[in-house]
């Protein structure tokens, strides 16, 4: 008999919460900068952030601020008066990505140049 926290298990593997420090956006790169009090940062994408939260792609942010009771997210407002919250979790558990197959045909050239066996 298979125990339940076996089938209940998430399979990106799990994250301890730390607080939220400081959060800022960066113009240039068109990401977020977030620090957390156990010293990680990380450099999350404003695309990745629009799209979580549904946020039109031309929305310019103008204030980016951390939840001082909680410290768990951040809220980030945007000039066409859209609020986006991000979480701790989704800036630190992130799936990984799948990696890409590599290809595994073979050329029409290559197998014409190759040595026949009798």
Known sequence: MKSLAVSVRKPYGFGVFSRVRHARYLGWEDAFEIEFEDGLCFLESGIGVKRANR???????VRVEVDPGLGSHFKVTYDNGQIAEVSWAFVREHPPKK???AATKKSFASSRLAPRRA
């Open 55 to 61: 946020i039109g792609a031309q929305a310019l942010p």
């Open 99 to 101: 990696p890409r197959k």
